[in-house]
């Protein structure tokens, strides 16, 4: 199986600042990553898919980029309504794998 | 747009047969271009996937080795919904169990419709 691994677990964060999330595959995926967010009590949320597309209707804000194994999720400037849990997913073969997640909290 | 209403029981005993049921409206449980996947998450295995079942002239099925020889996803077309059974659970089970959709092809495998999610506690 393919092993996902974020970095950082916790990211202490204000509003408006700059956030950067690393998510490392064990083997090379190409470019199919995925990125969601997650709010206590929600299934996951869609952001970014093919490590650089954003979902409709997710704001421009958020960013991803990489290839192989080494991927980024990028919010330009950190707002309210992003403080929550974000997880990376490799869908490049089978059995799908995620990352252990990054919880963004206020600082 | 794309629903998945999920349904069953939030406690089950050990070595009993935990059942859930995903309800889809907006797309069809026999889509050729659509796997339909049960998903889930807890604090000591984070989000794990446990298997799918999709539709390609027949049925096929995929599940994690994980949990192989305990788990059927079964689709029911005359209700467009399918099923999780996982069998013979213990407290290890426990986890918030959630379904969701993914496309076929390599290019669309990531999740884009989930349910709500079930909190399932194994217990005596």
């Known amino acids: 199986d393919i092993q996902m691994t974020q970095s950082p677990s916790t990211l202490s964060a204000s509003v408006g600042d700059r956030v950067t999330i690393t998510c490392r595959a064990s083997q090379s995926i190409s470019s199919w990553l995925a990125w969601y967010q997650q709010k206590p009590g929600k299934a996951p949320k869609l952001l970014i898919y093919?490590?650089?597309s954003l979902e409709s209707g997710v704001p421009s804000r958020f960013s991803g980029s990489g290839s192989g194994t080494e991927f980024t999720l990028t919010i330009s400037s950190l707002q309210p309504d992003d403080f929550a849990s974000y997880y990376c997913q490799q869908y490049n073969e089978y059995p799908l794998t995620f990352g252990g997640g990054t919880k963004v909290e206020i600082k | 747009q794309v629903q998945l209403q999920q349904s069953g029981p939030g406690l089950v005993k050990p070595s009993q047969t935990l059942s859930l049921t995903c309800a889809i409206s907006?797309?069809?449980?026999?889509?050729?271009?659509?796997?339909w996947n049960w998903i889930r998450q807890s604090p000591s295995r984070g989000l794990e996937w446990l298997g799918r079942?999709?539709?390609?002239?027949?049925?096929?099925?995929d599940y994690a080795v994980s949990v192989k020889s305990r788990i059927t996803i079964n689709p029911d077309t005359s209700k467009n919904q399918f099923s999780l059974q996982l069998n013979s659970v213990t407290p290890e089970d426990t986890a918030v169990y959630f379904c969701a959709r993914v496309g076929t092809t390599v290019t669309t495998r990531y999740f884009d419709y989930w349910g709500q999610g079930t909190l399932v506690t194994v217990s005596s």
């Open positions: 907006g797309d069809s449980v026999s889509s050729n271009s659509a796997a």
């Open positions: 093919e490590a650089s």
């Open positions: 079942t999709y539709y390609r002239s027949k049925w096929y099925n």
